[in-house]
């Protein structure tokens, strides 16, 4: 029999496209917006990511940043490749902030820039 005064302690559940794994919450991004210059000779010269898409999310690169220091992380799982988590990047970029990348490893398929654009 439980003490009248004891206290059950209930964890709500994630958020919205959140995944409670381990006790940390994790995020699948599946698309990306990209924005860039273009040189008509040679292609793409610049590119970088505006906008990560998930299940039922949209972040800026920065508010992806900024959870990720807040103890959220992100992956790639395109189902071709291993899981691909991302990292943040410390160095400044021209514009002055930071980004995101996945880790390196053996594979291109699971890196951000391959996934599809949205």
């Given at each position: 029999?439980?003490?009248?005064?004891?206290?059950?302690?209930?964890?709500?559940?994630?958020?919205?496209?959140?995944?409670?794994?381990?006790?940390?919450?994790?995020?699948?991004?599946?698309?990306?917006?990209?924005?860039?210059?273009?040189?008509?000779?040679?292609?793409?010269?610049?590119?970088?990511?505006?906008?990560?898409?998930?299940?039922?999310?949209?972040?800026?690169?920065?508010?992806?940043?900024?959870?990720?220091?807040?103890?959220?992380?992100?992956?790639?799982?395109?189902?071709?490749?291993p899981r691909a988590y991302l990292q943040v990047v410390?160095?400044?970029?021209?514009?002055?902030?930071?980004?995101?990348?996945?880790?390196?490893?053996?594979?291109?398929?699971?890196?951000?820039?391959?996934?599809?654009?949205?």
């Amino acid at each position: 029999m439980r003490h009248p005064l004891s206290i059950m302690t209930i964890t709500p559940p994630p958020p919205d496209g959140a995944e409670l794994i381990s006790a940390t919450l994790e995020r699948r991004v599946t698309h990306v917006r990209v924005e860039g210059s273009y040189n008509a000779f040679i292609g793409p010269t610049f590119e970088h990511i505006t906008l990560l898409n998930g299940p039922s999310w949209t972040k800026t690169r920065q508010e992806v940043v900024d959870e990720m220091e807040g103890g959220w992380r992100y992956y790639v799982d395109n189902g071709l490749a291993p899981r691909a988590y991302l990292q943040v990047v410390s160095p400044m970029t021209l514009l002055g902030s930071r980004y995101v990348r996945t880790a390196p490893d053996c594979t291109a398929a699971n890196n951000l820039l391959a996934l599809p654009r949205f």
